[in-house]
């Protein structure tokens, strides 16, 4: 879903740790002399080639939902992975989009995961001021020099500046202090749906079961250079309700003239009806048999860090991003933020059905679908919630209403004690990043393969840097960024290389 | 709406009156000695000119919903208006597509009306196996040749072959039997929401007051040749109902991330709700509070006509051409038709809100819109109606979804003894055409303006011939049927001539 990331305003500041100058004279553990300042020069001299890099990834594009260029764009993602260093490197075949696989050995005592897509969401170039595929190199005001183009921050600006730091090592000449395995996929926007048999191939679980924990490049800061760190995501069913003429039985199979309604069955009026099951009249709690069986209150730390977060980040600039006049039953700010970590959701995505466009079209449509995207907390299971909705609506007699399913996982939990989190949290402290703990992010990522069962790993999303736009027109990644609180490309890169180092000294 | 044709299999035939030598044999009236082969010869030169007359208006689509050659479509209906004789031809501007006016006095004892629409339904030029601004002339197997293109059925063939009978007079050199008023609209597809005020203008209302009935030319018969006489049509009112958190305080002003579903209240679930409050669980019978207050009873003539019409039709050829299994409630065929003609509806055209493209999208929609369009039977009327909706949808809290009317109007009747309906028998029964009377049309067309208050004209559609797909990809308008039993093109021009001297004769 790729919907990993907090929106902008939750990452205010509320700065955990060290003061600026006691954090900047903190050890670099596991660093040589020299080390450093080697990868720098070589970070600064392959700028150029890092760019181009994100430049011609952008310019492949992957959609599944369109399934569009599957095998192009993992061979693509293969061939980046070999680029830079990977060894081994193979497609790992699914019912699906293939994964890719690699590893680097370089003889180091610890191994890390670093978890991709290769993948980008739709888009419709009609509502981009630069063509989505070109990758231009813009000036944003207010932010600095920025790519601009599908996948720019959502994953391939990130992820190709994590490549960079890779070429950075080779290039100076330094071994990796770290062991790495890769894991990617093509098919995170559409739900992850073939993940789990990436993930469970002998040779990627062996690998991946040596690992101490894993990661996703992300561009972590806020415009401000404010970041942020989430102990986990919800999990998610992305569905189609689908309520047919031929499905049901009654209505007609294919549209018909709508003065018919007075003689024949609506499959639309029969997707609106059992739809209107599914939640509390005000349309905000589910309302689906057994759904809060499993839902586990907050804890007292997670109310804590919410309340923290609450207090530390400004209600108004919220409201004024989102368009938003009032929170669900006028919740004050804290509650809300609670409500938003804490409940499962069924959301409508979208609802399509007979004629869409402008004015009206006298039919009675033979089909209508209901997009839903319904959100889950721990310790609700995507399998056990998609066997709930289908026994409610088949106790309801709407049995013939199809579930349809396109992707979805489990939540995702790592604790905050994890090895990987003390490493995030370490760079952001040495750097002076005032940061945010927050117990849950309200999207989902497919992390549950990771930290769920048998691997146990703890996860987690890494990166300095700002970009934001995901999914949306002008998707953008800063790599000159005009506030010098938050990272430039060359900065990022070298982010990871630190990220690295510091992974290589946990204890 | 341009719905006003039965569906086909309704116009089964049961032969009512005359057999049919003695119908060959029947007097014309008010036809001197040689008219009718003169008009015969006049229509067969003008053949070729007849057919691309329809062409080219064709080619010349005008369309309310997307605003398309709206200025353009009535300056073009009025030359044809000029063309085939008529006189002071008049613009009639409108607060929204203007309209046509002119006559034709010829001296004529009586004068009749004509009703013209001069614009079409949108139409996709993908799904059409020929270019539908075109009108290729196409055989169509079982049909014979017909002309392919938006409007040719609905309604520019119709009406193109009644101003060729009109230039055929003048070619003949015959004087019309009957004087003629034209009203033209062009918003017909949109639910004539300014056809008011096209008939109320003051010249256009004094020259209707002269009128002894006004028809719209149509091309009457199905495919096996039979046909039908309709005694009215049900009113309606086509909407969008609209839910925007702009407009209702609440949920967000854009699109943004579902996650925030659990703290964001969600317009399109607000939608769902409003709409189910409008109908009974199965989604068949409308429950806007007093919807049925003014609901009037069938007749005993009504339910016996119904009778007739169930008895003499096959119930399993109209499932299969609908692609049905069942009517409502199981009921049987002639309940179903009784359901058909009497009851008012609430259909929903369209739902469109959000993302509604392939796969899913991780967004919560800022706005939702259900497009439905409401029957009316006597004696309901759509002000009425639209005040209940509004009233309904306040009184449950919904006062913010907008209702947004887009047309409409009242029931139709017209009494089964008015001369013109007596006329249009008498050519049926002429052309051994056999032919069903039927109570009501559930479909709707703007008759009410013409059959309510103040003029009380009765109104009827008129013509021999056939075609199909209004509204549809490949709409067709047969001019060379191969069944004997339809007519072709130059037969229903006459047909139209002929039914002007039965109108002159009318007592």
Redesign the interface.
């Known amino acids: ?1 790729t ?1 990993n990331v907090q ?1 902008a305003s939750d990452r205010r500041a509320f700065l955990v740790g060290a003061a600026a100058g006691a954090a900047m004279l903190a050890p670099q553990p596991a660093l040589a002399a020299g080390d450093m300042e080697a990868l720098r020069k070589a970070v600064a001299a392959g700028h150029d080639a890092s760019i181009k890099r994100i430049q011609d990834w952008i310019a492949n594009p992957t959609i ?3 399934g569009r260029n599957i095998a192009g764009g993992a061979d693509y993602m293969a061939q980046l992975a070999r680029d830079s260093g990977f060894q081994n490197v193979r497609i790992v075949p699914t019912d699906g989009s293939p994964g890719v696989f690699g590893t680097i050995d370089s003889g180091a005592r610890t191994w890390v995961g670093v978890y991709f897509m290769y993948d980008v ?2 888009f419709d170039p009609a509502e981009w001021s630069s063509p989505p595929l070109e990758g231009r190199v813009v000036d944003r005001p207010g932010l600095g020099k920025a790519i601009v183009g599908r996948g720019a921050v959502n994953q391939k600006g990130p992820e190709g500046a994590f490549l960079a730091a890779l070429h950075a090592f080779k290039a100076a000449g330094r071994k990796l202090p770290v062991n790495l395995v890769l894991v990617a996929e093509g098919e995170e926007e ?2 992850s749906p073939h993940f789990p048999q990436i993930v469970r191939d002998p040779e990627v679980m062996a690998a991946l079961r040596k690992c101490r924990g894993i990661f996703l490049p992300s561009a972590g800061q806020d415009r401000d250079g404010t970041s942020d760190i989430t102990l986990g995501s ?1 999990g ?1 069913i ?3 309700l689908v309520s047919s ?1 031929e499905h049901w ?6 549209d ?11 499959p ?6 059992a ?2 099951t599914l ?1 509390t ?4 709690t589910p309302a689906i048999d057994g759904w809060f069986e499993k839902v586990r209150p907050l804890s007292d730390r997670e109310r804590a860090l919410i309340a923290e977060n609450a207090r530390l980040t400004s209600e108004a600039e919220r409201k004024k991003e ?7 039953d006028d ?1 004050p700010w804290q509650q ?2 609670e ?28 089909r ?1 679908v209901a ?1 839903l ?1 319904l ?1 889950l907390v721990p310790n609700m299971t995507a399998a056990d919630c998609l066997a709930k909705l289908k026994a409610h609506l088949a106790k309801r007699g709407y049995g013939d209403v199809e579930v349809n399913m ?2 979805g996982y489990d939540p995702t939990e790592t604790p905050e004690g994890a090895a990987i989190i003390k490493a995030h949290q370490a760079i952001l402290t040495r750097h002076n990043i005032s940061y945010s703990l927050y117990p849950r ?4 990522w497919p992390g549950y393969v990771f930290t769920g069962r048998p691997l146990g790993l703890a996860a987690d999303h890494f990166g300095l840097g700002h970009g934001s736009g995901a ?1 949306a027109p002008n998707e953008y990644f800063v790599i000159e960024p005009s506030d010098p609180r938050v990272a430039g490309l060359d900065a990022m890169v070298l982010g990871f290389a630190e990220f690295l180092y510091e992974l290589a000294a946990m204890k």
Chains 1, 2 share one sequence.
């Open positions: 879903m919907d929106p599944a939902a369109e969401k739709q559409i739900g919800k998610v992305e569905l189609e003429g039985g009654k209505g007609p199979s294919k018909v003239h709508s003065s018919l309604k007075a003689m024949v069955d609506s639309a009026w029969r997707l609106v009806q739809l209107g939640v009249p005000d349309g905000n989102l368009g938003v006049a009032h929170w669900i919740l809300a933020l409500r938003l970590a804490s409940q499962p959701t069924v959301n409508i995505e979208g609802l399509v059905g007979g004629y869409t466009g402008p004015g009206g079209k006298t039919i009675l449509p033979h209508a997009k995207d959100r396109t992707g992010n309200a999207g989902s999914h």
